[in-house]
């Protein structure tokens, strides 16, 4: 068999596409900052800035409505998540429910601080919240992750209805709330319900990051919550890595300020709002309503599949057919998916429309067995 | 009393002076590689490149004379430190052993994954091994982690007698030895003896750092080991924060070719040797025979002291003699000072020579009960 591999449509990574990264921008903060810090950019930072630079926190206060005592910033949010799910795990039990599917990155660090992750399916409009109730009701746990806003791996966004019956269920049963928020801002269509923080500050800690927004290469994600937790996650940060970059949060506070952070939304809404929507169109064309939402914004569409083919199997047939897929299994605790079913996460951002419509249609046929 | 807070000689921190940092010639590095790379910089670093950026392993193995493919780079030396902490501890054993005094942030993150540390004194010359004999002898430990140059916190260089000695130890009883050189080519004095890895790269894991030879700031830290184990500690290290900053790692590539690295060694060195001198002349007045070594090196000269005093005494006792100390008891294995003595750690560095004499001198009339 001839070898494709170059040709494959690659529905693995969600990275943005360079078109959306205004790099010239960057560079020219980046050189201001040069000019004008240079020796604190190059030091250590100073004794009891532990939880971030004083200039970022407040500019990302000042972005997300809250006191820069409330924040917290590390190197990317994936940094930001292990220190809290380092914080919290054992503290307040070691059970942890996500979504099911859920971040497959954000699942294995739970599990590797000793949490047990038990998934509540993910509906087309949030997790199935009589679920959730029964598992809270049986046995309080350590927390609830969840992103809410265009969710990785599926796409789907919490209806305000949900999220307000949400922060109701945390309140009677007494529970904490991890929101995972990176791509809330890629917005394409419709209006955004209000952040489960804004819902219930006093039960959520929020975590987001700049990757989507300015450049994943900065490396800068914050976590939103109580002053105290920020404390102690900045004495874990300390005690693992010292302090985050200088020089990448330096940049980030000036790209607030600046505005670019905002142009840099307007240029990726801008841009991926066609791909978006026809990512939506190829997909309820191939899957039906298989399709798990029509996501409205951030990087992800995703389908659940009958198949008779196991997971192996048919990523093989995928790939014969000209398509990479991420393992769909991975996004499950256990790695369980439904009975019956296969799970396939669709990234279109950095993906041509043609390239896209391309790979759903080559999934179709391996889904009817139109090809082997 | 008056408060004496901001006249206090602080014997505190191992930062290095901001006369040793080349900050023009970094930031014009780092304007250069905006220039080259601006979108390399900026995007999440490429799949297959979580060992650390391919430029910057390939000067390293230059500079050590080993294969980058026995490199990995990370957020600065105590996160890998980190990594490689997770990595060792359980799979051989929980027993660590670390020279006493020893650095105490190490000795946290040991504890943090499950270490059982026990101490081996640290001698002038560098640990006792008739004591490192006698504990693996009796139970082979995950691995000795050892600072065989300029010590942090004593100061000490581990003798080449010693050296041989203890590699010869490392393969009777099987163990590992972590060797984190960070003060390594900061020598004021004297000839260097081999590293650990050169005299048995079989048995020895290297942890070392930019932070003291170009800048702290940057983050950049590494290990170099077997191939194998530098592939674990990167996937771990995706599983945590993704990547290390691009940015920093290509400044930091930049900085070994262009030879910045080199005449920023060349710089600290003349700077510090002096207050070195100084230091290690101040100290031996002071102290005597408390003095643990003249290092030749390095930021620390340290003692033991005998004082009736306890520890929280001494250092409010120092306090109102016009000392800021940190507390000597927190670098030794359950902080358990030697019977009858105090630890002194004195980071010379960034002090004026006068201001080290002065706290030098305050410090021995507290040990004589001159004052109280």
């Known amino acids: 068999m001839a070898d494709h591999t170059s040709e494959l449509v690659p529905f693995t990574r969600g990275v943005p596409p360079a078109e959306v990264?205004?790099?010239?921008?960057?560079?020219?903060?980046?050189?201001?900052?040069?000019?004008?810090?240079?020796?604190?950019?190059?030091?250590?930072?100073?004794?009891?800035?532990?939880?971030?630079?004083?200039?970022?926190?407040?500019?990302?206060?000042?972005?997300?409505g809250v006191d820069p005592d409330r924040i917290f910033v590390s190197n990317g949010s994936l940094q930001v998540l292990d220190l809290l799910a380092r914080h919290l795990i054992g503290r307040f039990g070691r059970s942890v429910l996500t979504e099911a599917p859920t971040y497959d990155r954000a699942r294995q660090i739970f599990e590797r601080h000793g949490g047990q992750v038990t998934g509540v399916a993910l509906r087309g409009d949030g997790a199935d919240l009589d679920q959730l109730r029964d598992?809270?009701?049986?046995?309080?746990?350590?927390?609830?992750?969840?992103?809410?806003?265009?969710?990785?791996?599926?796409?789907?966004?919490?209806?305000?209805?949900?999220?307000?019956?949400?922060?109701?269920?945390?309140?009677q049963y007494g529970f904490l709330i991890v929101e995972d928020t990176p791509y809330r801002r890629l917005r394409y269509r419709g209006a955004a319900a209000p952040t489960l923080a804004e819902l219930a500050p006093d039960r959520v800690l929020t975590i987001s990051s700049l990757s989507k927004v300015l450049s994943p290469g900065l490396r800068v994600g914050y976590a939103i919550g109580d002053a105290d937790t920020m404390v102690q996650l900045a004495e874990l940060?300390?005690?693992?890595?010292?302090?985050?970059?200088?020089?990448?949060?330096?940049?980030?506070?000036?790209?607030?300020?600046?505005?670019?952070?905002?142009?840099?939304?307007q240029r990726a809404v801008t841009f991926l709002a066609?791909?978006?929507?026809?990512?939506?169109?190829?997909?309820?064309?191939?899957?039906?309503?298989?399709?798990?939402?029509?996501?409205?914004?951030?990087?992800?569409?995703s389908a659940l599949v009958r198949s008779d083919l196991t997971e192996a199997e048919f990523l093989a047939a995928a790939e014969r057919a000209g398509v990479r897929l991420s393992r769909g299994s991975a996004f499950f605790p256990d790695e369980r998916l439904p009975a019956g079913s296969l799970f396939l996460r669709l990234p279109f951002q950095a993906l041509s429309l043609e390239a896209f419509r391309r790979g759903a249609r080559a999934l179709a046929d391996v889904v009817a067995r139109r090809v082997r």
């Open 21 to 64: 990264l205004l790099v010239d921008e960057l560079a020219k903060l980046t050189t201001q900052v040069l000019e004008e810090s240079p020796v604190a950019v190059f030091q250590y930072a100073p004794i009891g800035r532990n939880r971030g630079d004083e200039r970022l926190r407040a500019e990302l206060g000042r972005h997300h």
């Open 135 to 171: 598992l809270v009701a049986r046995h309080t746990p350590a927390f609830f992750y969840t992103i809410p806003d265009f969710q990785n791996p599926a796409g789907v966004c919490m209806s305000e209805e949900k999220r307000r019956a949400l922060v109701g269920l945390a309140r």
């Open 274 to 301: 066609p791909r978006h929507d026809a990512a939506v169109e190829a997909a309820r064309e191939a899957f039906g309503d298989g399709l798990l939402s029509e996501p409205g914004g951030g990087y992800f569409v």
């Open 237 to 265: 940060a300390e005690g693992t890595y010292l302090t985050a970059s200088p020089l990448a949060q330096a940049v980030a506070a000036r790209a607030l300020e600046d505005g670019l952070v905002e142009r840099s939304i």
